[in-house]
């Protein structure tokens, strides 16, 4: 059993939707700091879906701050210190390392994301939160005094919602006042996560091997390929980001022959089609969703706030989507704790104002370093190699969010001014059954 210390109940109840990590941290964390929380996942069942996920400092802390959590982590997870940057036709531009720079911001995490998720998933579970797999939201509503949600014709009603449901969250009509449909990105991401076998005992992988766990990364206009040998190089990971036209609606579960991904790579470092010939066919072909900067992630009478990406989806190459989901997760929790029960319009305010900036400059690294390597011109990259540099910004990665929420709280407040009255108003639909209070 975990021995996790609990705040003195506060009495605000929490309703989460969805189980990624925006939605397991802010459960584990509302829990923590007293608050009572349900959680509602459209899942049937957990799966162990996806591939490789990182966590910077910023987050692993987070983890660690949860008794036993580490303990279980540290067998799946690995640390990436360096990274190996070639032209796409195989010529090294670059070895970045981190290792001494960034030793004093704490351990980073590469691990497969449906391992690292279910060991979250049943540490949640094990310290007593209230998860039910199997409801999907339909609707979302709030008044003045309270928030809840719609699933299998239930009514679930608390003092405040979190809406951590993804990329194509339902809770942002509720938050916009207008549906705001997923963009396609233009770009898709071909993934694979398979058994080394006998590649590491072929010297054209030496490269890849000796500096186990961390990354190659190959370079064209428009496209990136990155290679991982994780598990200290037991397991191999690809991913490749390519250009895209194919349907947003589509999943973790997309599909697509591994033809598609050898014509991408035509003319490519004959080691990426020998890659490519040990790859499973077919792979994952995952669409990267896009979606304008929300210009607000609260409600209008501020009693649902959305989280993770369902609030600001990143792009693969900030590395920082999970860990933002996190830092989220946190905060949240630590304003609801400040502000109490009659604050809670005022904690989502103050929450919001918090995190909006930073984030905001997060997902701007991401774009920043995906347009330097997918528009670099070669001759003046190899005057300057360390224009290829992956950005690992200290602000970003040396950052304690419980702490900063704590300090900041008060001060924010104050700046925010006088709290205004909510402008719209959403009524609870009529027309289904209520049953259940949560
Ligand atoms: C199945 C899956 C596999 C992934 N694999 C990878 C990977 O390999 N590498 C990587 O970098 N990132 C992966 N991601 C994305 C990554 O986990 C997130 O970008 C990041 O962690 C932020 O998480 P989040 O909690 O905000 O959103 P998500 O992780 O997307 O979680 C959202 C959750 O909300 C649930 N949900 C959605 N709508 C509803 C609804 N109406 N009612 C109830 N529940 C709902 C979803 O089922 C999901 O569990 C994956 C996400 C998913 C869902």
């Known amino acids: 059993m975990t021995n996790l210390d609990r705040a003195p109940e506060t009495g605000i109840r929490v309703i989460i939707i969805g189980t990624g990590f925006a939605g397991l941290t802010a459960a584990i964390e509302c829990h923590r700091k007293g608050h009572s929380v349900l959680v509602l996942e459209s899942f049937t069942e957990l799966k162990v879906l996806g591939d490789v996920i990182s966590f910077g400092p910023n987050s692993v802390r987070i983890f660690h701050g949860w008794p036993g959590m580490q303990e279980r982590l540290d067998p799946i997870c690995h640390e990436t210190n360096e990274i190996q940057i070639r032209t796409w036709e195989g010529e090294l531009i670059l070895n970045q390392s981190w290792k001494e720079k ?11 994301r449906g391992q690292i998720h279910q060991v979250v998933f049943d540490y949640a579970v094990e310290i ?35 809406a951590a449901d993804g990329v ?64 200290s190089g037991k397991e191999f990971s690809w991913v490749c980001t390519h250009k895209d036209d194919g349907d947003v609606e589509e999943s973790w579960s997309a599909n697509a022959p591994l033809s598609d991904a050898r014509k991408n790579l035509e003319g ?41 990406d369902a609030a600001h989806p990143f792009l ?96 924010t407040l104050t700046s925010l001014g006088k709290q205004e009255s909510a402008v719209t108003f959403a009524d609870i639909p009529k027309s289904v059954d209520v049953s259940v209070l949560a």
């Open 102 to 112: 960034e030793r004093s911001w704490g351990r980073n995490y590469n691990g497969h």
């Open 268 to 308: 490519w470092d004959p080691v990426i089609h020998k890659i490519l010939d040990l790859t499973p066919d077919p792979v994952i072909d995952w669409k990267l969703v896009y979606r304008d900067p929300l210009p607000t992630w609260i409600s209008p009478k501020r009693r649902i706030a959305l989280i993770g």
């Open 128 to 162: 007593g939160i209230d998860i039910r797999l199997g409801h999907r939201v339909v609707d979302y509503f709030e008044t003045e005094t309270k928030a809840g949600v719609v699933a299998n014709r239930q009514t679930f009603i608390g003092d405040v919602v979190l």
């Open 316 to 411: 693969p190459t900030s590395i920082q989507g999970a860990s933002q989901s996190m830092e989220d997760g946190v905060t949240i929790a630590v304003c609801l704790r400040k502000a109490g029960k009659d604050g809670v319009q005022e904690a989502l305010r103050v929450f919001e104002a918090l995190r909006y900036e930073r984030v905001k400059g997060s997902q701007k690294t991401g774009e920043t370093t995906r347009d330097r390597w997918h528009k670099a011109d070669w001759d003046e990259v190899r005057k300057n190699p360390r224009s290829m540099e992956l950005q690992r910004e200290e602000w970003i990665l040396n950052f304690d969010a419980e702490d900063y929420a704590e300090e900041s709280y008060s001060e």
């Open 168 to 231: 194509r969250s339902k809770g942002r009509t509720i938050v916009l006042g207008y549906e705001d449909k997923p963009k396609a990105s233009g770009y898709a991401v071909y993934r694979a996560w398979f058994d080394v076998g006998k590649m590491a005992e072929d010297p054209d992988f030496d490269f890849l091997f000796e500096k186990q766990d961390d990354l190659c990364i190959w370079i064209g206009q428009d496209i990136h390929f990155i290679a991982a040998t994780p598990k």
